[in-house]
């Protein structure tokens, strides 16, 4: 079988027509029956149930159909990824919001030193959205925080955070510098979007303690959390590392909570079908080593 079989057979699968997989191809009528016919005859199973003037799948078809086009994927990342070394390489990541704010630029900064030919496109979104853009091949690397459902992906953790109760300086859970977590319980909170790691990381330490809660807003983004908390306008739960600067700066404080796991792993995750290329695997390295460094997150050397 070649290449051309697999590309008019995905073509008819699409279409749910020979003919319109013909004219979408600009080919004619007879080489895609002829194609599919070569197809069916080397497996020894019909592909295509005509239903009408249409047709269907078959069992067989429909398992075809996924080999067929994670190998046309293979081939197509194989040939972009050649005809990019021409020009330095090529890297799409995409990144979780805390970790796009907090740690990517660090990290990309560091990279680019020994690839300043490297053809970098990033993406910030919350860790679903860059989930669905590894299964869509529109990111080679993601990287993000909580948990996950990783069918489909291969995680690997490479750092660890914690989440940090944050309120205004002056807040009763403030001056008392740490709390139960049985306080929290039936308060309101400011929060993620749904799809955001940190607020399942919350959601999740709440309901292990069985504790209830409300939504006092929900953002996009711990930036505009932060601001909210500093007027004292609610109270969150938001990554230690992007809490840390503003706390320093008393633009808000901490309070501890006893007895709440607020602990997450930091993951970059890559499709199984993926080819992993030189800069992906290089990227991946400097992940796993990153870590705490008197300049702030550094990799070890």
């Known amino acids: 079988m070649t290449l051309r079989h697999f590309r008019i057979f995905l073509a008819v699968c ?3 027509s ?13 080489s895609v029956s002829q194609c599919v016919a070569e197809l069916e005859a080397h497996y020894g199973q019909a592909l295509f149930v005509r239903v009408g003037r249409r047709i269907r799948l078959a069992e067989a078809g429909a398992s075809l159909r996924v080999y067929a086009a994670q190998i046309l994927r293979t081939v197509d990342e194989a040939e972009r990824g050649l005809f990019e070394l021409q ?5 799409r990541i995409g990144a979780s919001m805390t970790i796009g704010v907090a740690l990517l630029p660090s990290m ?10 490297l053809r970098l496109a990033t993406r910030v979104d919350n860790t679903a959205a860059i989930v669905e853009g590894l299964r869509a091949g529109e990111l080679d690397l993601g990287l993000v925080e909580g948990p996950g459902e990783w069918r489909g992906i291969v995680p690997e953790h490479f750092f660890e955070d914690e989440l940090a109760l944050i309120c205004r300086p002056g807040h009763p859970w403030a001056l008392a510098g740490s709390i139960k977590a049985a306080e929290l319980d039936g308060k309101a909170f400011l929060v993620r979007e749904e799809g955001s790691g940190t607020r399942e990381v919350f959601q999740t330490a709440m309901a ?16 505009s959390i932060i601001a909210m908390v500093e007027k004292g306008l609610g109270v969150s739960f ?8 503003p706390i320093e700066k008393g633009r808000v404080a901490e309070a ?5 796991d607020l602990r997450r792993k930091f993951r970059i995750l890559q499709h199984k079908a993926r080819f992993a290329t030189e800069a992906m695997e290089a990227f991946t390295q400097l992940c796993t080593s990153w870590d705490s460094g008197p300049e702030g997150r550094r990799p070890h050397h």
């Open 87 to 91: 020009d330095g390489g090529a890297l």
């Open 108 to 117: 990309l900064e560091k990279f680019l030193e020994t690839r300043p030919r």
């Open 256 to 260: 501890r909570v006893a007895g709440l």
């Open 14 to 16: 699409e279409a749910g």
């Open 238 to 245: 938001v990554s230690r590392l992007i809490a840390t600067a």
């Open 18 to 30: 020979m003919t319109l997989a013909a004219r979408n191809l600009g080919i004619a009528q007879p």
């Open 208 to 223: 292990a303690a069985e504790l209830r809660w409300e939504v006092a807003g929900v953002h996009n983004g711990a930036e």
